[in-house]
């Protein structure tokens, strides 16, 4: 099994960061094993701006908290000598905590819009749900984005009344089997960190102007949304989420991926942009938990990449066969209650090779809603 050096910040700004030494399939695995033994349950990792460096070391924005996690795969030579500190293997979580621990992500919401707020504003909170409200769909609307002059919310998706959670496939839930995976904590890097983690911050100025901007883009998709629910199948509900999304957030591709109940494989079913059409009657799949795609499917995490060719974990043979440069890529994950429908993906960001922050949680937030919808629909 490989191994990672996995950086973990402290969970606010008084907080103790750590580095440890994880054995895991992958970097996303490793990074949510060594939250999960130190009791965090791997929750903050839900949306995510990943970068990977020149040395090869994967720098991982969560767009909520805005904490950066430094992951590096580990030669077997480096993982030998590596700093291990003496009696560090992290314990397992308390007693009343299962050792297979599951992690599912939370229903995705808008918090992400915080990361654009200027320093020192308070983020935008969202209210209680009412009775009604689907108990793990976080779709109220915060008081900072009700209409000018209107004393009531602005119109909303209705709730989709879901089915009683069905049993995940085994192929496609993320679990974490907290036996098999060994972690211990290092004394510093096996490599001296030399350059800047994370992004840059952009300056207060851009920050305001990117509020309001976000604002208007975050309020007319909570009223869009609304309409999802009279969609007659569920290849209209994917084609009108696709739509949406490449109206608010400047890609030059989008398709829809549905999970095979059975397989976990992935079968594209809706596509827009160049080579669609030749997408769509190609029949590709991608196999379970291949590529980013299969991946976000897999683990239930949105994540953005900054430059898919950096990653050995790219998935190429799709791109290769259309003829289709990928650069950069935004992928969500349809899923409910612990079940994956697949995901949904823009590719090649226009007018700057990354992905924001609030792009992110919105297409996390629409993924979801399409999650609901099939859901239903059974």
């Avoid at 990792?45 to 992951?71: A, C, K, L, P, Y």
């Avoid at 069905?166 to 960190?193: G, Y």
Wanted: net charge neutral; hydrophobic share 35%; glycine share 8%.
């Amino acid at each position: 099994m490989p191994k990672f050096e996995v950086h973990i910040p402290g969970a606010d700004s008084g907080g103790m960061a750590m580095t440890l030494k994880v054995s895991a399939e992958n970097w996303m695995s490793a990074l949510k094993a060594g939250m999960a033994k130190l009791g965090e349950q791997g929750s903050s990792v839900q949306n995510v701006m990943v970068d990977i460096q020149e040395d090869n070391s994967i720098h991982v924005t969560e767009s909520r908290s805005g904490r950066v996690f430094r992951i590096r795969e580990l030669s077997a030579e480096e993982a030998a000598k590596a700093p291990v500190k003496k009696g560090s293997i992290i314990k397992n979580p308390p007693p009343g905590d299962s050792n297979k621990t599951v992690l599912n992500m939370p229903a995705p919401d808008l918090s992400s819009v915080a990361a654009t707020l200027p320093p020192g504003a308070e983020a935008p909170t969202l209210p209680p749900p009412s009775k009604h409200d689907e108990p793990t769909a976080q779709g109220t609307v915060p008081e900072e984005l009700k209409k000018p002059g209107n004393d009531s919310r602005p119109r909303i998706a209705q709730p989709l009344k879901t089915q009683p959670p069905k049993k995940p496939n085994n192929k496609s839930s993320p679990k974490i089997d907290l036996e098999r995976i060994r972690i211990e904590e290092l004394e510093h890097p096996t490599k001296p960190i030399t350059a800047p983690i994370g992004r840059p911050k952009s300056s207060a100025a851009v920050q305001a102007v990117s509020r309001t901007q976000v604002e208007d883009v975050l309020a007319e998709i909570f009223e869009r949304v609304q309409e999802l629910p009279t969609k007659k199948s569920a290849e209209e509900a994917m084609a009108f989420v696709l739509d949406l999304a490449l109206e608010k957030v400047p890609a030059d591709a989008g398709s829809v991926l549905k999970a095979d109940t059975g397989s976990g494989d992935l079968s594209f079913v809706e596509a827009r942009g160049p080579r669609s059409k030749e997408l769509l009657s190609s029949n590709l799949k991608i196999p379970a938990g291949t590529g980013f795609a299969g991946f976000c499917s897999a683990e239930g995490v949105s994540v953005a990449i900054s430059d898919v060719e950096k990653d050995p974990r790219y998935y190429a043979e799709i791109a290769e066969k259309l003829n289709y440069e990928t650069r950069s890529l935004l992928c969500a994950p349809m899923m409910t209650h612990g079940r994956s429908f697949g995901c949904l993906q823009l590719i090649n960001r226009k007018g700057g090779p990354q992905f924001l922050e609030h792009e992110v949680g919105l297409l996390s937030y629409l993924a979801h809603q399409v999650a609901l919808f099939l859901n239903e629909r059974g």
